[in-house]
Nanobody, 126 residues
Framework: QVELVESGGGSVQAGESLRLSCAAS????????VGWFRQVPGNEREEVAV???????FYVDSVKGRFTISRDNAKNILYLQMNSLKPEDTAMYYC????????????????????WGQGTQVTVSS
């Protein structure tokens, strides 16, 4: 069983930055495809970015060039550096993981992921 705990959310002004972290425990090896999703109440959950065990990354178009996903395999921590934040980035951000070393064409589909954190709120005001 893998437990994921997010941190780093908060309230910022448009144009500012935040870095989210996701700490994983319960896994003796961290070869997982891991990533970030976000959800606004009343809307469907949306993929943001994922990274596989080799460091290959995938991003939704709306965050390309502004967000950077990375991972520290020694510490079992996943990061999401968010720059140039916009009000439309406001959402609850969730960390997700699946027991696959590589993120396939399914990477953007939430049901593909077996493990989820509780979420951290990001609010961007204009």
């Amino acid at each position: 069983q893998v437990e994921l705990v997010e941190s780093g959310g908060g309230s910022v002004q448009a144009g500012e930055s935040l870095r989210l972290s996701c700490a994983a425990s319960g896994a003796t090896y961290w070869p997982y495809c891991v990533g970030w999703f976000r959800q606004v109440p009343g809307n469907e959950r949306e993929e943001v970015a994922v990274i596989d065990s080799d460091g290959a990354t995938f991003y939704v178009d709306s965050v390309k060039g502004r967000f950077t996903i990375s991972r520290d395999n020694a510490k079992n921590i996943l990061y999401l550096q968010m720059n140039s934040l916009k009000p439309e980035d406001t959402a609850m951000y969730y960390c997700a993981a699946v027991g696959s070393a590589f993120c396939g064409s399914w990477w953007s589909r939430g049901p593909s992921y077996a493990y989820w954190g509780q979420g951290t709120q990001v609010t961007v005001s204009s």
